[in-house]
């Protein structure tokens, strides 16, 4: 490991003017490329102490042995420089995007005499028009085949064409009429160039034209009772309308744009790019990258727009550029593109209207590849046995921890204080015995005490599950159960809605993945599910050296020696360990620090999400479920008679046992729950601060209206069904639904 201090210029010696610097290890290879306005104040940065420094940033500066730079004139040019050596040396600490070269495009090389319409992948050739890109060669050749009624391109080799033009007989498409025979002279070559121009024409959107030109032909056609030809006409509109639907218009005003969405985490990014031209997405691509240099979302968007565009011209890139965050500076970019594309380019986030809700859509398909690249990486059963061993090398465990418990606290400023446990088994997520808390010993914000009282009441289950089960040996004896009443719940699944015609695959929940958890599972002799039966071997916090100390502690009290304890803390991702001054830091590649930060995602998720239900839940409750034994059916048939909460609050007792289902005894238990409820405070008109007396409550109204999502037949459980009155408003408003 190379000391920075042993080989940093002096600073009089770095020009103040932008630039292009490159970092080389002690091989001289180079390692690192970045570009600067200002290489003085950039390079300055890289120097300073490294306790200082991101540690992705420090790994770079003390890997590289030596630095250099080159000066440009101008930002612009500094940028393509900076592309250009990426591409040449490739760097290992820069952002580099993979499989970006093995998209699908549908090509026509309009650079031979007779130009050929067919599937390519890879590097673009000069003169040769490129559509797409798609996600699969299949679609292309659909769409190919479609076309090849009306626009009857050569799709042949050069090695077919020429043996038809030896032989002077055709292949079958000449036969059949989906190709011009420009083989056996059928065609000349400038007829059937203009053939191949009209195809593109078509293919990049001003499909218009065609359509009415041959609508006109068949209405001719018909006129002159030529029924056969007006029948192929419309044969041949009605394929090109088919290949049309296959790209929906997503943009109603014809826009050429290319739309990018970034979904990242803290080692990895995904990317994704919708091409839409003439308002229809024409193709769809996405990349992976790993995050080795400490980078914004407007680098990643840089980084993006170099290698979208970095090899192209002219109409290859759209006038319309559209992100979720800008590049810092934003004008050298927007040059750069400019100067590609030969014509202005704009470079801008999207605030309202069809194209936000587009870039949502190209937000949730970069979610979903980001999930399914993970999901892939952690389904490979060798590299999740590799994951393990390095945690158990790591933490210095006996054997590879094949269950893992992990825990996180939730809070939003010390309320609704929850906690999560999440199991994973074999490096696999174990739904079905998840479980959630909500914290009891104590009220407001103490992450630390809270974790040990999660550990705590956790472990004690388990000590009881040991000693009811006959495990504990003579003498020992186990804490007490708690009163822990944590059921298991599935994470909620996210469905993206793809956006014309593409195909978004999202995970769903396994078939095992049930409130009653796995099935096979050990059960109880009632035959519900154990819950806290299983021990694990290791117990991961979300958190630093505070939280670890109290969970061990908490371990400890409880007598239990024999269970790993780690932390994850999620800045710096240092796994820290009970008793230690500093922290294990795994290697950035490490299969083991993936493994333990999706555990550590996943605890944080499902926590979050439970602390969001439960603050929605406070937030929607009213004084009526304050009454004890009042449940959700008499609820809504109170408001649904009274239409408010303010209604029943002046009501009588005998008003109230008029609502079936309502005897004497609950409705005087209503009434005082009501007057010992504090009134809701009364609406004002915000217009002329005039108090709205009769108006109700927003938490009244929206009673009333969960209570008329009650369906019209509707009854309580043992009550006799009867008839809704119909005299005043607040009778008529309950029966709406």
């Not at 393509?80 to 990426?86: A, D």
């Not at 679609?139 to 050069?158: E, G």
């Not at 744009?257 to 995904?270: G, T």
């Not at 298991?488 to 958890?517: H, K, M, N, Q, S």
């Amino acid at each position: 490991m190379a000391d920075p201090s042993s080989y940093r210029p002096r600073p009089g010696d770095i020009p103040d003017t932008p630039g292009v610097y490159r970092f080389r290890d002690e091989h001289r290879r180079v390692i690192y490329v970045g570009k600067a306005k200002s290489l003085r104040q950039r390079l300055a940065n890289y120097f300073q102490d490294l306790a200082n420094l991101h540690p992705r940033t420090r790994t770079m500066v003390t890997t590289a042995a030596s630095v250099e730079w080159t000066v440009v004139s101008t930002e612009v040019e500094a940028l393509q420089l900076e592309y250009s050596w990426i591409k040449e040396f490739d760097p290992r600490f820069n952002v580099k995007y993979r499989d970006d070269k093995s998209y699908p495009y549908l090509a026509v090389t309009m650079n031979e005499e007779f130009p050929r319409v067919q599937v390519m992948r890879g590097h673009k050739k000069k003169g040769v028009r490129y559509f797409g890109p798609y996600g699969h060669a299949w679609a292309i050749r659909d769409t190919v085949d479609l076309l090849l009624r009306v626009f009857p391109v050569r799709t042949c080799s050069a090695g077919v064409f020429r043996n038809a033009a030896r032989t002077g007989r055709p292949c079958l498409l000449g036969y059949i009429g989906k190709c011009s025979a420009p083989c056996v002279d059928r065609i000349s070559a400038e007829d059937h160039r203009e053939l191949a121009e009209e195809f593109c024409d078509f293919m990049a959107g001003r499909t218009g034209t065609y359509l009415r030109r041959l609508e006109q032909r068949m209405t001719e056609a018909a006129e002159e009772m030529e029924y056969e030809r007006a029948a192929r006409l419309r044969d041949d509109i009605g394929a090109l309308r088919k290949a049309m639907e296959k790209s929906a218009v997503v943009l109603a005003d014809a826009t050429d744009a290319d739309l990018i969405a970034v979904a990242e985490d803290e080692l990895e990014a995904a990317v994704q790019i919708f091409h839409v031209r003439g308002g229809r997405v024409r193709g769809q691509r996405g990349w992976v990258t790993d995050k080795v240099e400490e980078v914004t979302t407007g680098a990643l968007v840089e980084h993006a727009l170099q290698q979208l565009y970095g090899e192209e011209t002219g109409d290859a890139v759209p006038k319309e550029v559209l992100v979720p965050a800008l590049p810092d500076p934003l004008e050298p970019v927007q040059q750069w593109l400019t100067g590609r594309r030969g014509a202005g380019v704009s470079l801008r986030i999207p605030q309202r209207g069809d194209k936000k809700a587009l870039m949502e859509t190209v937000q949730r398909n970069a979610l979903q590849a980001l999930a399914l690249h993970k999901t892939k990486r952690a389904s490979d059963l060798t590299t999740r046995s590799r994951a393990l061993e390095e945690i158990a090398d790591a933490l210095g465990l006996d054997s590879a921890p094949l269950r893992i418990e992990c825990y996180d606290i939730s809070h939003l400023q010390g309320d609704d204080v929850v906690a999560s446990m999440v199991v994973f088994e074999d490096g696999l997520q174990r739904k079905g015995e998840y479980r959630r808390f909500q914290i009891k010993g104590f009220e407001g914000q103490d992450d630390v005490r809270s974790m040990h009282e999660v550990i705590t009441r956790r472990f004690r289950r388990y000590l009881a599950e040991k000693e009811r089960t006959g495990e504990w040996a003579d003498g020992e004896s186990a804490g007490a159960p708690d009163s822990e009443t944590a059921v298991p719940a599935l994470a909620p699944t996210e469905t993206a809605a793809p956006a014309a015609g593409v195909a978004v695959g999202a995970p769903g929940e396994g078939p095992d993945d049930t409130p009653d958890g796995p099935v096979g599972a050990l059960t109880e002799d009632d035959g519900r599910p154990k819950r806290f039966a299983y021990p694990p071997q290791l117990v991961v916090v979300d958190g630093g050296r505070p939280q670890v100390a109290a969970a061990r502690r908490a371990l400890d009290e409880l007598g239990i020696d024999d269970i790993a304890v780690c932390g994850l803390a999620k800045r710096l991702e240092e796994v820290w360990l009970p008793g230690e001054d500093d922290p294990v830091v795994l290697p950035r590649t490490s299969e083991g620090l993936y493994l333990l930060q999706r555990v550590r995602d996943e605890a944080h998720r499902f926590a979050i999400t439970y602390q969001r239900t439960r603050r929605a839940k406070r937030f929607r409750a009213g004084p009526l479920d304050e009454v004890p034994g009042l449940g959700e059916t008499r609820k809504r048939a109170l408001l649904k008679h009274f239409g408010s909460v303010k209604r029943l609050r002046s009501a009588t007792i005998d008003q109230i046992c008029e609502v079936p289902g309502i005897g004497r005894k609950t409705a005087e238990t209503i009434a005082v729950a009501l007057a010992q409820a504090a009134p809701a405070a009364p609406a004002v008109n915000t217009a002329t601060g005039e108090i709205v007396e009769d108006a109700e409550s927003p938490e009244d109204a929206e009673d009333a209206e969960d209570a008329q999502k009650t369906e019209p037949g509707a009854t309580t459980p043992g009550t006799a069904q009867q008839p809704v009155p119909t005299g005043g408003p607040a009778e008529r408003r309950g029966q709406e639904t």
